[in-house]
């Protein structure tokens, strides 16, 4: 695969298309499994209230890795993506209902760097509440 987005074409401010990603408590149980992260806070109720959460939360690198897919579904190439940092701020709260916890993202280009590479910042958030802080990607583009 490659970038299917153009350096030249790209402007600093550039808004990239938002996404929505759900997550129910299903969705914990098939990430611990592929993670091998079985902490109880991602799958216990009891214990996540116990620990002085206000309930079970999402994996911080589930919530890290749905956000960033805002930017390789934008740029068509996921290994387009070279560098990739956060910081967790709020957790993803997953009710055991029908809906669950939403992570909402949006994205935007802030620089254009050397070797048609891009730094793109996004914001995740969850519940009214920014999840992911000093978000950003740096991709290298076509």
């Not at 956000?67 to 055991?96: Q, S």
Request: glycine share 8%; hydrophobic share 50%.
């Amino acid at each position: 695969m490659a970038a299917q987005i153009q350096y030249a074409d790209v402007e600093v401010g550039t808004e990239l298309p938002a996404a929505s990603f759900p997550v129910t408590r299903a969705t914990l149980v098939r990430y611990a499994g592929a993670s091998g992260d079985f902490n109880p806070i991602h799958w216990n109720e009891k214990f996540a209230k116990e620990v002085g959460l206000p309930d079970v939360i999402a994996h911080g690198m589930f919530t890290m890795a749905e956000a960033v897919r805002v930017v390789t579904d934008w740029v068509g190439d996921p290994g387009a993506v070279v560098e990739y940092g956060v910081r967790f701020t709020k957790p993803v709260v997953v009710p055991n209902d029908d809906r669950g916890g939403l992570i909402e993202v949006t994205a935007k280009v802030a620089a254009k760097l050397d070797d048609n590479r891009v730094r793109v910042d996004l914001t995740a958030m969850s519940a009214g509440q920014k999840v992911l802080g000093m978000s950003r990607a740096v991709v290298a583009l076509a």
